[in-house]
């Protein structure tokens, strides 16, 4: 019996917190699209706690995939979609991706946990540009994960977390919530709603348009 299950601890311990912002975020039927998947968890998760919502996991790791569907074919999700190879630093994710049958949809958020960190920085900017194209007016980019802030990490952990991803590769590492925000601004986003998570993460929800637009 093959089972591709992939289990990532932190992803267990963080899902919670992240799916109260989730839930203070989108309608019933919201359709969300998820941007580095990793083990599927969270997709499961949250697919679980929100029924009327739509989450189309992606990853661009064909093992990581394999696990998202694992999950959703173990949780027995309705509304859990078949995970795609969307990669980051694609030009355009609006290409030939997108294998289900809702085509191109207008997304009402795009999630990404804890990848910009763990790419370089150019995966950031093709999250920033693809999301911006993907996301229907008043949606919301919600990046999850450590973040410096005026050029000083949050806590020692995220010091010594922001060391070992420079040495693991020097592209890496923990990024300016200032620096994202400029990036995110320069494709059309308000200023982000900055929510405080536990082990010293944040939250950014990223409006795309102007700040007022329902
Ligand atoms: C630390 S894991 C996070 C997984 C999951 N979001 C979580 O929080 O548990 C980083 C993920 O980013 C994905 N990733 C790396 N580079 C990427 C890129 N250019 N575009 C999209 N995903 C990428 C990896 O395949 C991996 O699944």
């Known amino acids: 019996m093959n089972d591709a299950r992939m289990f990532a601890p932190a992803a267990q311990r963080n899902r919670d917190a992240i799916l109260q912002v989730l839930r203070g975020l989108l309608a019933p039927d919201a359709f969300v699209l998820e941007i580095a998947s990793g083990s599927g968890e969270h997709a499961a998760h949250f697919a679980a706690a929100l029924p009327d919502c739509i989450f189309q996991p992606s990853d661009p790791d064909p093992a990581r995939r394999a696990s998202i569907d694992a999950w959703a074919a ?15 630093l694609a030009d355009d994710w609006a290409a030939d991706d997108w294998a289900v049958p809702l085509a191109m949809p207008a997304a009402d958020a795009v999630l990404c946990l804890n990848m910009i960190h763990i790419a370089p920085w150019a995966a950031a900017v093709g999250l920033v540009r693809n999301a911006a194209r993907t996301l229907r007016h008043g ?41 994202v925000t400029a990036l995110a601004a320069g494709a059309g986003f308000a200023m982000p709603e900055i929510v405080e998570m536990p082990a010293n993460n944040l939250s950014l929800l990223f409006r795309k348009g102007p700040a007022t637009q329902a």
């Open 139 to 179: 949606g919301t980019l919600f990046l999850y994960g450590p973040f410096k802030r005026g050029d000083a990490h949050t806590a020692p952990s995220n010091a010594a977390f922001d060391r070992d991803l420079r040495e693991r590769n020097p592209g890496w590492g923990i990024r300016e919530l200032e620096a």
């Open 74 to 88: 173990a949780s027995g999700l309705a509304n859990m979609l078949p995970a795609l190879a969307l990669d980051a």
